[in-house]
């Protein structure tokens, strides 16, 4: 590991309190960068900031004020990780407006309110890189996830927007789509929860080339490449991080 690949950079990492969020600013932190961890569970934020010798702020991307107030505060910001998200598991009929409106203002509503309160500082600076965090099914599609699926392609197509809006300003913009990772967002939902083992193992088997659940570790791996200069000619991707999920 080049443990000096973010040396002199800021990332602020959304939803960074827990799971994917929290493995990303252990990596990058772990690379040399200074984090801000951000998350809507301050209590959580400031355990994972004590770790990786960070800053932490309440933030719930929902709110668009806060978030602005939050980046304004800040000297210096070089990388977004837009990584908060929820989940429901469910088809159309069966998903509440109320749930709708949940998943689509965190999932989706929340990569724009962090894009738009960074972008204009990216902008100024001449340059920045933007890592959102997708789904393999925001790119495949899976059965009870009506909503998560439609907030995550939207999050993959949002992002290839902001790459091809704003890369000859210097601003990169690229996507991560994890497969079934061991989160607690996984690992607390209703399909293949902690209240059945077997339902995860069964989506694992069926969509798994590896044979195995993916680890938070991994998928910062990926977030690191793309937010860092090793990916300096890439911009508007979708990075599957899926054990083959996709490739089917």
């Known amino acids: 590991m080049d443990t ?7 990332a602020l990492i959304t939803g960074a309190a827990s799971g994917i969020g929290a493995a990303g ?3 990058i932190a772990a690379e040399g960068g200074s984090v801000i961890v951000c998350d809507r569970s301050f209590a959580a934020a400031e355990q994972v900031a004590a770790e990786v010798g960070g800053q932490a ?7 668009l004020d806060r978030t602005l107030e939050v980046v304004n505060e800040l000297e210096r910001v070089d990388v977004l990780v837009s990584a908060a998200g929820v989940d429901v598991c469910d088809t159309v009929p069966n998903t509440s407006p109320d749930e709708w ?3 689509l203002d965190v999932d989706l509503t929340g990569v ?3 894009c738009r309160a960074v972008l204009p500082r990216f902008l100024a600076q001449g340059g920045g890189a933007i890592v959102t965090i997708s789904s393999a099914i925001g790119t495949v599609g899976e059965r009870n996830r009506s909503a998560y699926c439609a907030a995550k392609a939207g999050v993959e197509n949002l992002t290839r927007a902001m790459a091809l809006d704003h890369g000859r300003a210097g601003v990169r913009a690229n996507c991560v789509a994890p497969g079934l990772i061991d989160t607690p ?19 694992v088997d069926r ?3 590896l044979g195995r659940i993916g680890q938070p570790e991994e ?11 090793d990916a300096s000619f890439i911009t508007g991707a979708v990075l599957p991080v899926d054990a083959g999920w996709t490739a089917q």
Request: zero cysteines.
């Open 185 to 203: 967002l996984i690992r607390n939902g209703k399909v293949g929860g902690a209240d059945d083992p077997g339902a995860m193992q069964a989506m």
């Open 101 to 103: 409106r949940t998943i």
């Open 4 to 10: 000096e690949r973010f040396k002199g950079k800021v």
């Open 112 to 114: 724009y309110h962090s």
């Open 207 to 209: 969509h798994h080339a």
């Open 57 to 63: 702020y309440e933030l719930d991307v929902t709110d």
């Open 219 to 229: 998928v910062a791996a990926a977030i690191a490449f793309l937010a860092s200069d």
């Open 25 to 27: 600013a252990r990596r």
